[in-house]
């Protein structure tokens, strides 16, 4: 049955309508935001086999022809998607997620395809929000629904979902989802804001995502399909968890209680073996089925597992690494540590370590960005590698994941606010991060670490930028903030809470809560203890290095900058690129030239690069009656010789300015090749130069 529904959404009608698009999935919208239409669709499979997880995939697909567009591309279709889209899938799965029932093994995907593009109305909140009604409206169980909104602050004004000029003002980026009660999840970049202003931009998104979460409720209430009745997994036998908990429980809480991450992973699969061995003497099938029950061992050891490191940190209020609450992790670092790279930096936060790496480059070397609306060009790039040798495990080496791709992005977001514009300084900027070791938090070691390597290459960043990832345990009333969270902390924790920025203010963060019952107090101690945490990361990073060194790695090319009247480009690239590349195999030097008569000298030296912008101001310079010029002779006439006095430009010497004799013969004086001086008499009204040797004083 067709159905849609209309409503106000910050400020714009939202439209949602069902039952006429795309029928045979489970559930499917499409959503009209402005002129942003996105098909949502959500469908489920058969439970799978073997798995101790929820399958839950989310794609956002742009297409090209959303705004009228042929792809650039050999086959002329989309390939790979960007970041953007990678980025935006995942925005979307984090607050859906943890509304799935426990224990379902089902496949689910949803898939949101970008079908118009209004540049004013972003179509990632639209999806967002599509993902969250087709969901509702299926047959999928899902304890939906959610909504999700962006919010900028445009001359000290919170702004709803901002237009693309609102945007360009703004001060913040702020995504932020949740249900009608509960926030769950923030994702912001900023340029320094205050933690009070994050704070109060929180509660204006949730007032709106109220809003749509209640026309949601009503889609569901008119048109959605009774939910389907599936088989939870239950992954363990009661009797076989109470064999486990009888034998392992004590044992595993001294194993947990070890405060080196290998030690302890290695005392827990020890107990494991041990436990399995019981099971084998106490289970009369257990040889039959014994890979079903192993599985069993490694479910209820994480179920005891989260029950010891939450209580240890609750009830006996202590950390499984022995910390206080608001404690970090030993620091050291070191810059400078390659020797040929640009600017290099290694930042190590007790078993996490991070070498990030910069490398400079000419306005040639952006990334050009390719996608939904005008291209564009990116001049800072921050990318992280995640090896699995980071982790002490062997896995193939692929391209980078969805998380490598989130991570990188998170330290760019925090890091770009703070680098120098082009006209400070005209480099195309790398830094890559390579983490070495992990054990939480890995993301903003990255930080720390790329912060100290641009400083180390010389970038005159505006302030330094730390990072910390902070956790939460909470039950009931009684809770434990958590600083510089590790891994263990991370994964039974209840809130991932990611904050990096300056002395000045924040500069990126992401936060996912897994936890009810969150007020804005505690959210407003958090980000209190996040900043307490991250100055004092800032303050053992800047006793290795305080301030952008005053002069560029000498590893780095030497970037000249010069201006010429844009009418003048066609001279320095001449016929066919004839002149532009006369200058770089005279010189070695990478010439870039924008469309506004800026022109980039990117040299391994300051000889070459001063010999191809001297080479470059010839070619553009004007020709000026009485100045004297060193031309060379390039033809002979019977009346007179031509000579070449600026790259492209030549002049006449007639017969009689040649000497202040009679001569016979041009040829009795001058030769093709002669280098002489001349000096400029006339330019006629066609451009003609006529030029004398013997006015040379």
């Not at 002129?35 to 742009?62: C, K, W």
């Not at 040299?603 to 010999?611: E, F, L, T």
Request: proline share 4%.
């Amino acid at each position: 049955m067709n159905k849609n529904w209309k409503f106000d959404f910050a400020g714009s009608e939202m439209e949602i309508e069902t039952g006429k698009l795309a029928k045979q999935a489970n559930g499917s919208v499409t959503v009209r935001y402005g002129d942003s239409m996105v098909l949502v669709t959500a469908t489920m499979s058969s439970p799978r086999e073997g798995i101790n997880y929820l399958p839950l995939m989310v794609n956002y697909e742009e297409r090209v022809y959303a705004i009228g567009n042929i792809p650039g591309s050999v086959n002329r279709r989309e390939g790979r998607p960007r970041d953007f889209a990678t980025l935006s899938a995942r925005l979307i799965d984090r607050p859906l997620r943890p509304l799935f029932p426990a224990g379902m093994r089902h496949d689910i995907q949803v898939i949101a395809t970008i079908l118009s593009l209004d540049k004013d109305h972003e179509p990632d909140i639209a999806a967002m929000n599509g993902a969250s009604a087709a969901l509702c409206l299926s047959d999928i169980p899902f304890d939906g629904p959610i909504g999700g909104v962006k919010v900028g602050l445009v001359e000290g004004e919170l702004v709803l979902n901002p237009n693309e000029e609102e945007r360009g003002k703004s001060e913040f980026d702020l995504t932020v989802a949740g249900t009608e009660d509960e926030v769950l999840m923030v994702e912001a970049g900023a340029d320094e804001v205050d933690e009070e202003v994050i704070l109060d931009a929180i509660d204006f998104a949730h007032e709106e995502i109220k809003k749509i979460v209640k026309e949601q409720i009503k889609m569901r209430e008119e048109a959605g399909d009774k939910k389907a009745d599936i088989q939870l997994v239950n992954d363990v036998e009661d009797s076989v968890e109470g064999l486990i908990n009888k034998f392992a429980e004590d044992k595993l809480k001294d194993a947990v209680d070890t405060i080196e991450k290998q030690k302890r992973a290695d005392a827990i699969d020890q107990l494991k073996e041990e436990t399995k061995d019981y099971l084998s003497d106490n289970l009369e099938n257990y040889l039959k089925e014994e890979k079903k029950y192993n599985k069993m061992v490694d479910t209820v050891f994480d179920k005891l597992t989260k029950k010891c490191v939450r209580e240890m940190i609750l009830r006996e209020k202590r950390r499984p690494d022995g910390r206080q609450y608001d404690e970090i992790r030993p620091i050291w670092c070191e810059v400078g540590n390659l020797p040929r790279t640009h600017g290099s930096a290694i930042f190590t936060r007790g078993e996490t370590q991070a070498l990030s790496v910069v490398t400079l480059g000419a306005s040639s070397d952006q990334k050009t960005i390719f996608g939904l609306g005008e291209d564009s060009t990116k001049r800072f790039m921050h990318h992280y590698n995640f090896p699995p040798f980071s982790v002490g495990e062997t896995n193939p080496l692929r391209s980078p994941g969805r998380r490598e791709i989130g991570h990188g992005h998170l330290g760019e977001r925090a890091l770009e606010p703070m680098i120098p514009s082009k006209e400070e300084f005209p480099y195309t900027i790398r830094v890559v991060s390579e983490v070495l070791e992990s054990n939480g938090s890995s993301s903003q070691a990255s930080i720390c670490g790329s912060t100290l390597s641009l400083m180390d290459a010389g970038v005159k960043i505006k302030n330094p930028v730390s990072g910390i990832a902070m956790g939460l345990i909470k039950e009931g009333e009684d809770y434990a903030i958590l600083s510089d969270i590790q891994g263990m902390e991370d994964h039974y924790g209840d809130m991932d809470f990611k904050v990096a920025g300056t002395e000045n203010g924040i500069t990126a963060l992401q936060m996912d809560i897994k936890a009810s019952g969150l007020s804005k107090d505690l959210l407003r101690t958090a980000l209190k203890k996040a900043k307490q945490g991250r100055l004092f990361i800032l303050d053992r990073m800047l006793e290795v290095l305080d301030e952008p060194r005053p002069e560029l790695s000498k590893n780095a090319p030497l970037i000249m900058t010069m201006q010429i009247n844009p009418e003048k480009i066609r001279y320095v690239i001449g016929p066919g690129g004839k002149m532009i590349n006369k200058i770089i195999d005279e010189t070695d030097a990478s010439i870039d030239i924008e469309d506004d008569g800026t022109i980039f000298i990117l040299a391994d030296d300051q000889k070459s690069g001063q010999r191809a912008k001297e080479m470059i101001e010839d070619l553009t310079r004007e020709v000026e009656v009485g100045e004297v010029y060193n031309g060379k002779v390039v033809k002979l006439m019977n009346f007179g010789a031509f000579v070449e006095i600026l790259p492209g430009k030549e002049g006449l010497v007639h017969i009689s300015k040649i000497a202040d004799r009679h001569i016979d013969k041009v040829s009795d004086v001058l030769s093709v090749g002669d280098e002489i001086k001349v000096k400029v008499i006339k330019i006629d009204n066609k451009d003609r130069i006529n030029l004398s040797m013997k006015d040379v004083e």
